[in-house]
């Protein structure tokens, strides 16, 4: 059960200005079935003095949109349309005693529709520039289009980065998980080093490496050396690179350094270039940070 | 007047017999069931007597093939995880698109972890295809985990066939069976399911306690490791209270399993006839034919189903919806989508799950009420003029679901 306030369970239960408005002229459509939230705003403008004589709405959706769409009708009547288009999406949140995160994106129906109704009235066109995503950080009611955004407008890479940009994540710290699957999407997109998106099928390997004609140690050695140095130019494209430590075995220890060293994207990189060296070497290898070569 | 319960799907009232069975092992029968002494002992042979009951809710061949469990969600996740453990060389989970999320949430994220999920589709009235799924199949399959019963529309898959088929393939089968346990006659010895989750909350026994079905001498890995609990493959002390009332649940449940497939079935029934007979542009969604005894879910076209919801609670009726209006993800329930429900339609869907505690006069009450709550959505919907829908606005609706 959602946490709506009295205001807003009075404004559901008994809505204000319900109904089609008899000949309105402003008229704002928002919305769609296929969202599952939909609001007509009808006003009737006294063209003299520009006020709001009478409002009404129809509304398709949940609790919080009818009562939204209600309270909107309610806030508007008597303002002028200048002093109309000031009411904010905030401002029918306020007015209904708040509403919760999840259903803020109601009372930003209602400003729509108040902007789509008013343009109407003046012949203009009136466009829907917001898009939204699926809800990300509940305590700041910040969605994953904004964050996504946000990233990519000024190259965050960390949790930390996005809190102080757009607040999600700063408050119960339970989002941090998607806003690091996020993170790692747009590292995806601007990185070119080898990454491996799937597991590699378990038993393609052995086979391969059956057909694979032995290599002596020297050799082996200098595949993986010139598998690595292929690889460098992709990583120093992204102010990052790779060095070899050590060769034991299946086992080859490295450094990631530079923009590589914390990248979101640091486990799919030595998984790509694992990939390569298995491919190369025609036999199974193990790719690992030289940080694990005293655990081993 | 008393509130009419009719969101049984989602969670049941204890069975008072439940309760009382329970209350002695918050008291005096407090003993660790591992402990040599006689107050471990006491609660080490209930503990056994409800395994046994358990075992002959699900017809199971061993009592050792129950394990008691925390929830459906903890047995459904031990299962697939401990396919994967155990089969190294298979890296393929088959399941359905209309699974509950914990399933489908569970296989998201191993899909993410590079294990490759197949999710078969439904038809418009929730059924499989079971060529599709013949040609899913594959030397690679880990494990097929497929409901036993939908929880939003109560349509019944064929599990056991599908269960012979994994075998044939040499996949493990899993059945996350939380909503037909209690409801269905299940007899697992005849069957080739090898795990299969159910929950005790869902057939009157308390929150908090499930059972992992494991027929024996399938591969597993435990998910918890720890102390002997369990025989070593679910670690952590006995939730003995709650086992012991699941024990009775069950004993009830299997009491009661005809009077639920002949009376709760009719009153579910009478209550779907009388909603159709007075709401127009209403119809049932899911497989009528084959479906759970105490479930009807009822899509309203051109109504929110919240907003339902919230009138329906008003009028003292509790009943559940699959939209779920929240911000950015306003897709109504995977289920209704899988079908391929229209949007008009999806979005009103309203569950209806009884108990065998409902009564005939509580239907009559849910037939008078629900109409006029429709037509007072309908009425301040932009979707529906004096007479029905507005205009169409979806030109290519014509619903064929009657």
């Known amino acids: 059960m959602w946490d709506y306030s009295e205001k807003v369970k009075e404004h559901f239960f008994n809505p204000r200005n319900a109904g089609a408005l008899d000949s309105p002229n402003g008229v704002g ?112 009611a910040i969605d994953a289009v904004l964050i996504e955004d946000v990233v990519r407008a000024n190259d965050l890479t960390s949790v930390e980065q996005v809190a102080n940009y757009t607040k999600a994540g700063g408050g119960c710290a339970s989002c941090h998980e998607g806003i690091e699957e996020i993170l790692a999407k747009v590292a995806k997109e601007h990185c070119t080093a080898p990454t491996a998106a799937t597991r590699a099928t378990p038993a393609a390997v052995p086979a391969a490496a059956a057909a694979a004609p032995r290599l002596t140690s020297f050799q082996r050695m200098r595949k993986i050396e010139e598998t690595i140095e292929a690889i460098r130019p992709m990583l120093q494209r992204d102010h990052g690179d790779i060095e070899i430590v050590e060769i034991d075995g299946k086992n080859i220890y490295v450094n990631l350094k530079g923009a590589c060293v914390g990248c979101m994207m640091e486990a799919a990189t030595l998984n790509g270039v694992q990939t390569k060296l298995v491919e190369a070497l025609g036999e199974f290898v193990r790719l690992l940070p030289a940080s694990q070569m005293a655990k081993a | 007047m008393a509130p009419i319960y009719l969101d049984n799907n ?75 453990k155990a089969q190294p060389e298979r890296n393929q989970i088959i399941t359905t698109a209309v699974e509950h999320p914990a399933v489908l949430t569970l296989c998201d994220y191993l899909e ?64 996350d ?160 989508r899988a079908m391929g429900i229209p949007y008009t339609a999806a979005h009103g869907t309203t569950r209806f799950s009884l108990s065998r505690y409902n009564t005939e006069a509580e239907m009559n009450r849910v037939i008078a009420a629900v109409p006029p709550v429709i037509a007072q959505l309908r009425k301040i919907s932009p979707y529906w003029g004096d007479k029905g829908p507005a205009e169409n606005p979806e030109a290519d609706f014509a619903p064929q679901y009657a």
């Open chain 1, 29 to 140: 459509d928002v919305g769609s079935i296929k969202c599952g939230d939909a609001l007509r705003l009808m006003l009737k403008v006294d063209p003299e003095s520009e006020t709001i004589l009478d409002a009404s709405f129809q509304t398709f959706g949940c609790g919080s949109a009818i009562a939204s769409s209600s309270a909107l009708t309610e806030i508007i009547k008597g303002k002028t349309l200048d002093e109309a288009l000031k009411v904010s999406n905030q401002d029918i949140a306020d007015w209904l005693d708040g509403l919760p995160p999840e259903k803020m994106h109601c009372s930003v129906m209602g400003r729509e529709a108040l902007q789509a109704a008013i343009a109407n009235y003046r012949g203009e066109e009136w466009k829907d520039d917001h898009e939204e995503g699926a809800l990300i950080c509940k305590c700041f």
């Open chain 2, 10 to 84: 989602a969670t049941t009232a204890c069975d008072p017999a439940v309760v009382a069975a329970m209350l002695p092992f918050f008291t005096e029968q407090f003993g660790n069931p591992s402990s040599m002494h006689s107050f471990g002992n006491k609660v080490g042979f209930a503990i056994k007597e409800a395994r046994a009951k358990v075992q002959a809710l699900l017809g199971a061949e061993h009592d050792s093939e129950i394990i008691f469990t925390s929830c459906g969600t903890e047995s459904d996740s031990t299962a697939i995880l401990s396919a994967l």
């Open chain 2, 112 to 175: 993410k972890e590079g294990y490759v999920v197949t999710r078969l589709g439904v038809d418009k009235r929730g059924r499989l295809d079971m060529d599709e799924y013949r040609a899913a199949l594959g030397p690679r399959t880990a494990i097929v985990s497929a409901m036993w019963a939908n929880n939003e529309s109560g349509t019944i898959f064929p599990v056991e066939a599908m269960a012979e088929m994994a075998h044939a393939a040499g996949a493990q089968f899993h059945t």
């Open chain 2, 177 to 336: 069976a939380v909503q037909a346990v209690g409801k269905l006659p299940i007899d697992l010895k005849k069957t080739k399911i090898d795990l299969l989750s159910l929950s005790g909350h869902k057939l009157h026994a308390p929150k908090g306690v499930g059972v992992l079905y494991l027929r024996r001498g399938a591969r597993f890995r435990p998910l918890l490791r720890g102390g002997h609990q369990e025989r070593g493959r679910r670690a952590g002390t006995e939730n003995a209270a709650s086992i012991v009332g699941l024990g009775v649940a069950a004993e009830q449940a299997m009491t009661h399993m005809a009077f639920e497939n002949t009376e709760v079935k009719r009153l579910r029934d009478r209550l779907e006839a009388g909603i159709l007979a007075q709401v127009p542009r209403a119809f049932p969604t899911g497989d009528v034919t084959n479906r759970l005894p105490n479930t009807s879910n009822i899509a309203f076209e051109f109504v929110e189903g919240e907003a339902i919801l919230l009138l329906l609670n008003k009028a003292g009726i509790a009943a559940s919806s699959g939209s779920a209006c929240t911000s950015g993800s306003l897709e109504p329930s995977h289920v209704m």
